[in-house]
């Protein structure tokens, strides 16, 4: 058996979050009636013209910047052939061979990666070079029934941003870590949801495998019709031992397009490319070129600190370590929520902690996102310098977050109301020492005896007697001074 | 004069001093189409008692307020027929005006009556009409011209005060000069294609015919402008066409392209246009020779790039979401191939094919990249001759209207007929074409066009140039005996 190279290219289609279609006005919405958001223009009605949406042309060259690409002085619009009901014009406007967007890439990281491979990916921090991106409309919503077909044009003429990476992924492990990347920097330029299971982000795989040893790559074969980044990578996983099989088998392997079919975790044949298709590219005259200057000019101000950036800097300025900095900007609302919980607190790294902790375990227990956490980020930062002032214990502090969350009170005003106050008292704190002491003289017996950890017993004690309101850290102070 | 003779200027005196009503004129067109269209077969289609409505309601001092304007069936008019003279159109509804349309409207004009026309605009001669053959008021065994045949026809015969056709490569002018009337071309870019059924659509571009050069003015007025809604209309300062009309031609010079004065052209069509130049050497113009190197790739050129276009323009009529659907298709791809076979006549197929093969991979470079550096050359021919010359003055057609089937077997020939007009559409300039006198063809009198070519955007210029020739000539007043 021999070890085969594996090369995958990704192509990947993401749905800008513009508030009108590429070419007309028409609003772009999701899950409304069909065919309510269309007119001449998007239904391809004889005599109507497309006007370029500069919004769309902007979004693109912000993710250009975010991914570092070059944006030439001049992009042009090209008509791009083939019959499809789906198509209005049965030409679709997109950019052949003056892209909006050249080079560029997207950076992976540790945490991009699959849970169970992170530990162990070897070169987590590889950057996978992008050929291009570039802009066009989307095709309507085919729907196959009994005997006829409906097609929704709602989505016909919405803008698609086209991601095109070079076949520089080598597993599908990294294609997994590249479209979680890539999703984490849209999001993170507000040009798209990103959101594979609703469309918003689609992709298409090319993957080829050769031969250790040989140089020229072996035959691509397409795969098509995965809903999650999951997907993606079961897909291939399958499509690299499907291959494997074929070519130990001595078979040759067809340039095909193969459809994943996420329940059965296979793919299956599409249909075979016998020749490249002849799409008759020429420039849309219906179109004048763009230039760009102005526009990157306009963008540029907005390119945002990327997740690279914000987990370094979560990590020096906050102190908090590489895995949790990764964790906190892997999700751009809860990195806002952070910095905002952070902004004055004395102990950001505790911060965090109580985010990543109980925070996030109870927003998953209730199924609540980031953003409607009952817990503002500034009750959050009181709660922790409470309990970093020894003000409560951090057994109160648990309950004191519990009741936060569930009513979105502030920290103070639940600790009233509860009479949780910490017991400080010198005083106070050694009467109940001495009953204590008095009332276990075995667990005293054993301390003095060199049993270290048997003050934990009697310090339990101390905090039994105080309804828990003692502070701990006080009573086991005193403790130790009369046990000594 | 009747009426119906008047031109559009005359009409709105009447209209002005009340001595007749837009309601009148209408009935009086109405009548006129009744009487003689059964000859001529100019339209397609009208929508009289809306157009009378529209006639009641007119506001009068709007600049073409309570003027009936014939439209070429490819331009769409709210809730009108536009079948662009395919079967593949039939029954569709335009859902909404085209730029031109909601101009004219506000300018106060009735859109009234949809003209006949080549089939998506594709011909010299308004044969390839699915529906009808139009016939030239001048002798009606012969062709109008095309593809605003229809457009030509009803100005000539008097069946309409004006009209908008569409000029891709000649399609305004050609039939303008065939039937004896005003036809104009404006600069790419003057006027909004949004509405228009595109053919070629770097190409194409509405413009206006008339019985005077004046009238065409005054449309131009209306429909001229940038437009949001076609990225291709420029935001070019709109003048006063009118201003400069009546002024004298001192200081202008005419350039004559050496190219467009060889054999070939009709000796009768050749005299009458040098008897133009004359006159307007009389009339104080100085004449130029110049050269215009590259026309002679015009024609080519044309072919690659406007059937290329059309390819991709006509890609549409697939019977899916509008327009004729085949009754007898079992899967998709039958469906394509049986709805466009049964839609389209045979130019518009003959063009979809050429279209389609020099935009295939492995010809493009050779036929569509090709031909757009010849145009560019083209281009800098015009303004190489500009530098030199205010206008250029030539024949509109090698000819005067051919009998109704001559060259419908002859495609090539038939091309041939535009000759002097395709360059013009490759350059983006203006061109306007206007009577200059008749040939006598088997005892019968037929229009002869001059055609004056303008520098970009210089349309005001351009029709200055022509109305001082046409006021010092009558060859605009002559109509022709229908019946
Ligand atoms: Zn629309």
Known sequence: ?484 | MSLISLSISELQAQFRSKAVSPVEALEALEARIQAVDGEIAGYLNRDYAAALKAAQNADVNLPLGGVPIAIKDLINVKGESCTCASKILQGYRAPYDATVITRLKAAGAIPFGRTNMDEFAMGSSTENSAFAITRNPWDTDRIPGGSSGGSAAVVAADEAFASLGSDTGGSIRQPAALCGCVGLKPSYGRVSRFGLVAFASSLDQIGPFSKTVRDSALILNAISGHDPMDSTCLNEPVPDFTAKLGRDLKGVRLGMPKEYFVSGTDPQVDQAVRAAIKQYESLGAEIVEISLPHTQHAVAVYYIIATAEASANLARFDGVRYGHRTAEASNILEHYGRTREEGFGPEVKRRIILGTYVLSSGYYDAYYLRAQKVRTLIRQDFARAFEKVDAIICPTSPEAAFKVGDRSEDPLRMYLADIFTIAVNLAGICGISLPCGFAQVEGKPLPVGLQLIGKPFAEAELLQIAHAYEQSTNWHKARPVIG
């Open chain 1, 1 to 484: 058996m021999k070890n085969y190279l594996v090369t995958i290219g990704l192509e990947v289609h993401v749905q800008l979050k513009t508030r009108s279609k590429m070419f007309c006005g028409c609003p772009v919405e999701f899950g409304a009636q069909p065919n309510t958001h269309t007119c001449p223009v998007c239904l391809g009605m004889p005599g109507a013209l497309p006007v370029m949406n500069h919004q769309a042309l902007k979004m693109t060259a912000l993710t250009g910047l975010m991914l570092g690409c070059t944006i030439p002085p001049v992009c042009k619009f090209d008509r791009k052939h083939y019959f499809y009901p789906d198509m209005p014009k049965n030409y679709q406007i997109s950019q052949y061979d003056l892209p909006l967007c050249l080079g560029g890439g997207v950076p992976l990281h540790q945490l991009a990666f699959p849970k169970d491979v992170q530990k162990t990916v070897a070169n987590p921090d590889k950057v996978i070079p992008l050929t291009r991106i570039h802009l066009e409309e989307d095709v309507a919503k085919s729907t196959h029934f009994d005997a006829s077909s409906g097609i929704d044009f709602n989505r016909a003429g919405t803008p698609l941003m086209e991601i095109v990476s070079d076949p520089e992924i080598s597993s599908p492990e990294e294609a997994f870590a590249y479209l979680t990347s890539l999703k984490q920097i849209l999001i993170y330029g507000n040009v798209s949801d990103a959101d594979m299971e609703k469309g918003q982000m689609r992709c298409d795989c090319n993957i080829s495998l050769r031969p250790e040893g040989q140089t020229e790559l072996g035959t691509k074969i397409e795969i098509k019709n995965m809903n999650t980044i999951s997907g993606v990578r079961r897909a291939l996983a399958y499509e690299i031992e499907r291959q494997t099989a074929c070519l130990d088998r001595g078979e040759k392997l067809l340039q095909e397009t193969r459809r994943w079919d996420d329940a059965s975790g296979q793919t299956s044949l599409m249909r075979v490319k016998e020749s490249e298709a002849d799409y008759r590219y020429f420039p849309d005259p219906d179109l004048l070129p763009v230039k760009t200057e102005a526009i990157v000019a306009e963008v540029r101000p907005f390119v945002p600190e990327l997740p690279a950036t914000k987990r370094a800097r979560f990590a020096s300025q906050y102190g908090v370590s590489a895995y949790d900095a990764g964790v906190l900007a892997n999700d751009l609302p809860l990195a806002s929520y952070f910095e905002k919980a952070a902004a004055n607190a004395r102990n950001p790294k505790n911060v965090a902690n109580w985010i990543l902790n109980e925070l996030l375990s109870s927003l998953s227990n209730t199924e609540t996102g980031i953003e409607a956490c009952p817990i503002s980020p500034e009750h959050l930062d009181e709660l922790v310098n409470v309990i970093d002032e020894g003000k409560i214990s951090g057994k109160q502090g648990k309950e004191v977050f519990a009741e936060m969350f569930a009513t979105g009170k502030a920290p103070g005003v639940i600790i009233e109301e509860k009479g949780l106050k910490q017991e400080s008292d010198l005083g106070a704190i050694e009467a109940l020492c001495d009953q204590a002491i008095a009332a276990n003289p075995k667990a005293v017996a054993e301390y003095k005896s060199g049993k270290l950890a048997s003050i934990n017993f009697l310090k339990g004690q101390v905090m039994k007697l105080s309804q828990g309101k003692a502070n701990p850290a006080v009573a086991g102070e005193v403790l130790a001074k009369k046990l000594a």
